[in-house]
C-alpha cells in the first residue's frame, strides 16, 4: 500500500501528465454528446 508522501508525489509529480490527460478527455465527451445532440 501507498503511504501518503508517495501518492502525494506521484500526483504533483503527474499534475501537468494529468491535466493534459483530463483536457483531452474533456475534448472527446464534448464531441460525443455534440454528435449524439444532432
Known sequence: M???WEIYWILVENKEYSNRFI???KKKVRKKIDSLSF
Open 23 to 25: 483536457f483531452k478527455l
Open 2 to 4: 501507498l503511504g501518503v
